[in-house]
Every structure is written in structure tokens, then in C-alpha cells.
């Protein structure tokens, strides 16, 4: 049996990425700073993933519910629009944006080291903001600009172990992040307008490319940055 660890399971892309993989019949070890909501899940933990005990005892759950195939979906971010960005902000956002995928996707490596992780592999998720720019979000920018790094990174190290590691990059997801841009007519045209298929993004769109990345159907795909963006990083000119 495979199991799966989802940080940032309470809401949104997270949410539906741990619904779509129990469906697919992974056990389901969920991380959030509030998981009240997540009671479906074969386990819930509330703390934050910057705590090493809270990454540790992650580990071990979803060590003792798989037979040695595990993955790691690092979802959690977090993002601002104050600008300028103080130093505070910077530390938080590259914090829960990079720091804590690297130190979680270490532990993963460690495992796989030890040969307790046999099969299995790791999934970053990134945003628009890993291959574009986007005006006065410079530590987002910088945070998820260094998340498909991290994927080549571990993509390299681990795959001599058959593990294997990716990206997935939403563009405009229908989220509690996004929803000002959502619910303001001319920012909703705006974006819908750069869309090639000509409407947002839903949380299970982010799901399904994580389900597949998580399957036997990809598994010769490695150390690639996947877009779920409807078209929006390919669309040129727009009307």
C-alpha cells in the first residue's frame, strides 16, 4: 500500500490534491496549521511544517500505513500583497515557500537512503511565478522561482534509487488565494483574457496532474516542470 503526505491539506489546491489521491486508493497523511476540516483523511496533522517533530512524525505515520512506496506532495505556501516587502515578510514567504519543501523533501531523501522509502517520489508545486515575473511579490517570486530547482535537484539525486521527483505549476486557481482577483469584475476579465481556454482554474485541475505524477502512468517523468495554467504561460498577444 503507497502512501502519500499533502502539506497544506486544509483548503484549496491541497485539499483536492489529498481527495483525489485516497480516491486513487493512497493512504493520505495530511499536514496543515488547521486541519479541523479533514477528517476523511486516513490521518490529520495539525502544526506547522516548519517544526521538525511535526516533519517527523509526518514521516512515521506515512511510514507505518505504506509497505515502502511513499510520496511527498509539498503544497503549503503562503504569499503577500504588501509592498514594499519587509524583511519579515521575505523570512516568512521563503520560509514556508522554500525552506520547508527542501527540508521536508530531505527527510524524504533520508528515508529512500535507508531503503525505507522503496518506491515512490516527490511532488513540488509551484505557480506562475516559477518561470514568469509579476510585479511587487519579489520574495514569491524569488520562493517559487527556486521550487523547480529543488525538483531538478532532487530529480537528480534520487533518481539513481528509481525515485522519482517533479513540478506542477498552477496558473489561476479559483482559491482563497486568488480570490480578489476573482471576485473583481475587471481583474476576473484581465486574467481571463491571458487564459488561452478562456476560464479559471479549479483546485481538481492541480489534482489531476498531481494524481498522475503519482501513478504508474508517469513513471518514466522526471525533473520536469508541469503547467496547469490553461494556456496562460504559451499565450501571447491577447484582445
Same mark, same amino acid.
Given at each position: @500500500? ?23 486508493? +493512497? ?10 476540516? =479533514?477528517? %476523511? ?21 506515512? !511510514?507505518? =500505513?505504506? %509497505?515502502?512506496?511513499?510520496? =511527498?506532495? &509539498? ?5 503577500? +500583497? %504588501? ?6 515578510? $521575505? ?5 514556508? &515557500? ?9 527527510? /524524504? ?18 505557480? !506562475?511565478?516559477?518561470? @514568469? ?24 539525486? =534520487?533518481?539513481? /534509487? ?14 482563497? @488565494? ?9 481583474? &476576473? ?10 476560464? $479559471? ?31 496562460? @504561460? ?6
Amino acid at each position: @500500500m503507497s502512501a502519500c503526505i499533502v502539506t497544506g491539506c486544509a483548503a484549496g489546491n491541497g485539499a483536492a490534491i489529498a481527495e483525489f489521491l485516497r480516491n486513487d486508493g +493512497h493512504l493520505v497523511v495530511g499536514v496543515d496549521l488547521r486541519c479541523s476540516t =479533514l477528517a %476523511d483523511n486516513d490521518w490529520v496533522i495539525e502544526g506547522d511544517i516548519l517544526s521538525p517533530s511535526i516533519q517527523d512524525l509526518a514521516f512515521e505515520k506515512a !511510514l507505518s =500505513l505504506s %509497505d515502502g512506496e511513499l510520496f =511527498l506532495i &509539498n503544497n503549503a505556501g503562503v504569499t503577500t +500583497h %504588501d509592498f514594499p516587502q519587509t524583511d519579515e515578510v $521575505w523570512n516568512l514567504t521563503v520560509d514556508v &515557500n522554500l525552506k520547508a519543501p527542501f527540508q521536508w523533501s530531505r527527510r /524524504f531523501a533520508k528515508h529512500v537512503q535507508s531503503a525505507q522509502i522503496k518506491s515512490g517520489g516527490i511532488v513540488f508545486i509551484g505557480s !506562475l511565478a516559477t518561470t @514568469m515575473g509579476f510585479p511587487k511579490n519579489p520574495a514569491y517570486q524569488a520562493s517559487k522561482s527556486g521550487i523547480t530547482g529543488l525538483a531538478r535537484a532532487f530529480a537528480y539525486d =534520487l533518481g539513481p /534509487f528509481g525515485i522519482r521527483s517533479n513540478c506542477v505549476s498552477p496558473g489561476y486557481i479559483q482559491t482563497a @488565494m486568488t480570490r480578489t482577483s476573482f471576485e473583481t469584475p475587471e481583474l &476576473n476579465d484581465a486574467r481571463k483574457k491571458h487564459m488561452l481556454l478562456k476560464r $479559471w482554474g479549479q483546485p481538481e485541475d492541480v489534482a489531476n496532474a498531481v494524481s498522475f505524477l503519482c501513478s504508474t502512468r508517469s513513471e518514466y517523468i522526471t525533473g520536469i516542470n508541469l503547467p496547469v495554467d490553461g494556456g496562460w @504561460m504559451i499565450c501571447g498577444l491577447s484582445s
